[in-house]
C-alpha cells in the first residue's frame, strides 16, 4: 500500500493523530527531503527509525516502480518537505503507476497551503482553480496570465518571495488593477500574515519585499453581459474568420452564457 501522509505546513501542532501512528510504525519512509524528515521525526519525539528513501522531481521517474513493487507487499509511507505529497510537490508519479499496476492507494490527510490560503482570503471558495507555481521567466508569466485572465473561478498561485512582486504586477496587468486579491505568507508560522485588496493595492504593498512561503488567491472575473443580438454578431465575425460555425457558437455560448444551440440557430438564419 502507498500511504500519502500531508505533514505540517509551518507549525509543528498541526500534525495529526494518524500521521503521528504512521511514522511510527512505518518501515520504509519516501521523502522529499530525508534530512527534512528526520527532522520531523525528532520533533514529534518519533523514536522509530525506518529506512529513508529520497523521493524528488529528479529522480521520481526511476524510483516510482521500485517503490510500488515494494508496496506491493509493505505500505509505503510517502511525504513531502510540507502539505500534501503530489500537490507541486513529488508523489504523483508514484501514485500514477501504483493505480497502473493495482496496488492499494490511501491518503492521511491534513495541512493544506492552499486551501489555508483560500480559507482565509475573503474571496469565493465555492468554485476555485489551482495554478501551481507561476512560471519563472517574465514573458512565459505574462502569456499563462494572458491565457487565465477571463477564469471565472478564484484561482490559487504559489510564488516565491524574489518573484512575488514581479507577479503581482504582471497579475495586475493581465487580470485589471481593480481586482480583488490576497497574498498569505507563512501560514501557520509565527509571522503569518494575509493581506488583502486589489491588484494594484497588493502590487504596491509588494514592492518593497515580501519574505516567506507564498500563496497568491486572485477573484475570477466577473461575466460581462452580452446581449444575444450582440453574440450572435460574434459567432458570425468568427464564422467569417474561418471558424466553424458550430465551433463558433459554442465558444461565444461559452463566453458569454447563452445557449450554444439557440446562438447556432440563429446564426444559421441570418446565414441564409
Known sequence: MIILAATPIGNLGDATRRLVEALEAATVIAAEDTRTTQRLLAALGVENRPQLVALHDHNEKQRAGELVRRAASEDVLLLSDAGMPTVSDPGYGVVAEAVAQGVGVTVLPGPSAVLAALAVSGLPTDRFAFEGFLPRKGGDRRKALARL??????TVFFEAPSRIAEALVDLRDAFGADRRASVSRELTKLHEETARGTLAELADWAAGGVRGEIVVVVAGAERT????????TQVLEQVRAGTRLKDAAGEVAAATGHSSRELYQAALAVKG
Open 149 to 154: 485572465a477571463g477564469e471565472e473561478r478564484t
Open 225 to 232: 453581459r452580452v446581449e444575444f443580438p450582440d453574440a450572435v
